[in-house]
């Protein structure tokens, strides 16, 4: 990040976005910093992702998203080879900087982007394909904002897990004993440790990254959830809270709530519903677990957008 002097005050060099439009934007409290480069033209570096993304000298957010058409990267041209409908790619990084290859949020946020800029028609009901280095996502535009097709989930460690149920140790702040995790993918990795009660989630100290073991060797996402009893039987309920790599604790996280809602339901054993709603700091989201043509298992996530800004970087 360099820094410069204006009149004595610190100044931050935005580089490659000087004098760029951006809108902030969250999903439930995961907030972005949203862009549209439409040809590619901008070269992001992680030392500008990291200083727009600061909450002290930048516009503060948990990551940025650049709108890109698909043809303008290698990335999305290979996705738009395999559906020619795919136009658009969300070029994600998180607030540190690094690549990432899917946010659940992102997505909804990346897509009313999209709509709000008339970039796409999106009536109610209908839906777009769109490009992530986690593989082609679609989204229908919802009564209440947006539902993602978020592809299948997996177990991280395979059938070993699927058997013991867990397949690491996460330990952090707050907790007075390591606790069993279950590692899953959603393009992405997470690890989720089961609670037992809010007092514990509520005592929590995520302000350092839980220590995994084993690590994943791209690091991994944790999500902290306790399941809540409640009268309707047909829709599991959860709270979660969750910290993010690159990024640090927010307020929800898209593929973690559908992260936890999978390792809970499967926690749950065979009677456990189809159908979650996940409890964050930043609001509430809903998980659909649904049948896919090729055998698998996707996971459907839907819940709100809202942008609150737009500005020019200077």
Request: aromatic share 6%.
């Amino acid at each position: 990040m360099t820094v410069t002097e204006d009149r004595g005050v610190n100044t931050v060099d935005w580089r490659e976005l000087v004098n760029q439009d951006v809108v902030k934007a969250h999903g439930t409290g995961n907030d972005f910093v949203v862009f549209t480069d439409e040809n590619g033209e901008i070269s992001l570096s992680a030392d500008t992702v990291a200083a727009v993304c600061d909450r002290h000298m930048g516009l503060g957010a948990d990551g940025v998203i650049r709108a890109v058409r698909a043809s303008e990267l290698p990335e999305g041209r290979k996705l738009a080879e395999q559906d020619p409908s795919v136009e658009w790619f969300m070029d994600y990084r998180n607030a540190d900087g690094s690549i990432a290859q899917m946010c659940g949020n992102g997505v909804r946020v990346f897509v009313d982007h999209l709509v709000r800029e008339g970039l796409v028609e999106l009536p109610q009901g209908s839906q777009l394909r769109i490009g992530t280095r986690a593989g082609i996502r679609s989204v229908a535009r919802t009564d209440g904002g947006y539902a993602v097709d978020m592809g299948p989930w997996s177990f991280m460690a395979g059938e070993d897990a699927r058997d013991k149920g867990s397949d690491a140790v996460v330990t952090t702040d707050g907790l007075s004993v390591p606790r069993p995790g279950l590692s899953i993918s959603m393009g992405n990795p997470h690890t989720v440790v089961a609670l037992s009660e809010d007092d514990k989630l509520d005592r929590l100290d995520l302000r350092h990254a839980p220590v995994v073991s084993p690590e994943p060797e791209d690091g991994t996402n944790v999500e902290f959830v306790v399941p809540v009893d409640h009268e309707d039987t047909e829709v599991g309920r959860i709270h979660m809270r969750v910290f993010e790599r690159g990024v640090g604790e927010t307020h929800s996280c898209g593929t973690g709530a559908c992260a936890a809602a999978a390792a809970t339901r499967f926690w749950g054993g065979a009677e456990a519903p189809d159908r979650w709603l996940v409890d964050v700091p930043g609001g509430v989201v809903s998980v659909t677990f649904v049948p896919a043509p090729d055998g698998t298992e996707h996971v459907v996530l839907a819940g709100p957008t809202r942008v609150v800004a737009r500005a020019v970087l200077v």
